[in-house]
């Protein structure tokens, strides 16, 4: 039973244009929702977060947007750049057992196309 | 140092051999996670510690995984009789405290490929 979901394994996207990367999430529970950026041989980096209490926050280029109701958010990246190429996960987190646990999607591979 | 530092980089094991994964956090940070992301995954959650208490150790696949962090820095993944289904790569993560939009600090993760 898959908590986070990234429906979408892969996505290309012309340079200069927007990214929209998507996730799902079935548990209504979850505090937190981050995003984080992985390249090839190297452990996730964060990239952004928000809280279940906001509906979006933005980061420069990076703006994410989380709606309840549907138990959806989504990562916009504008202009894309060829540097954003990566695996993009996104996480949940929960208070559980005394701490807090991350969840993590399966992950979208991002393409930026120069 | 001033990132999660993980060793060895990568371990070669035969089926039924015994591995120590270490892990040594950000200096300072209480909460410290081990993770296992199988290929085409995302990292799935194994054990978390709070300084050296061991709080959760839920997805922790069975009794042949062992995780402890004694002094509550430094942290050792242990797997005993190791399977082919063990190969993964293990990435340790390290935070200031346990709160849940604080972000996570990864190591380079452990490729673990057992034959």
């Known amino acids: 039973d898959q908590q986070v979901k990234q429906n979408s394994p892969s996505l290309s996207v012309q340079e200069g244009r927007i990214s929209i990367l998507n996730c799902d999430y079935t548990n209504s529970m979850f505090d937190y929702f981050l995003w984080y950026k992985k390249y090839p041989a190297e452990g996730p980096t964060f990239l952004i977060s928000i809280s279940s209490i906001k509906d979006k926050n933005e980061d420069g280029r990076f703006t994410v947007f989380l709606n309840k109701s549907a138990k959806h958010l989504s990562l916009h990246i504008v202009p894309s750049q060829p540097g954003d190429s990566a695996v993009y996960f996104c996480?949940?987190?929960?208070?559980?057992?005394?701490?807090?646990?991350?969840?993590f999607g399966t992950g979208t591979r991002l393409k930026v196309l120069a | 140092g001033a990132g999660v530092s993980q060793s060895p980089r990568y371990k070669v094991a035969k089926r039924g051999q015994d591995v120590a994964l270490r892990c040594d956090p950000i200096s300072g940070h209480v909460s410290l996670f081990w993770y296992q992301q199988a290929l085409g995954q995302g990292p799935e959650f194994l054990t978390y510690f709070q300084n050296e208490a061991q709080l959760d150790k839920s997805g922790l696949p069975s009794d042949r995984f062992f995780a402890e962090r004694p002094e509550g820095s430094v942290s050792t993944l242990k797997i005993q009789r190791t399977q082919q289904e063990d190969s993964a790569v293990y990435l340790c993560?390290?935070?200031?405290?346990?709160?849940?939009?604080?972000?996570?600090?990864f190591g380079s993760g452990t490729q673990l490929s057992v034959l």
């Open positions: 996480a949940a987190s929960r208070w559980t057992s005394g701490t807090y646990k991350y969840i």
């Open positions: 993560a390290s935070s200031l405290d346990g709160t849940g939009g604080v972000e996570l600090f």
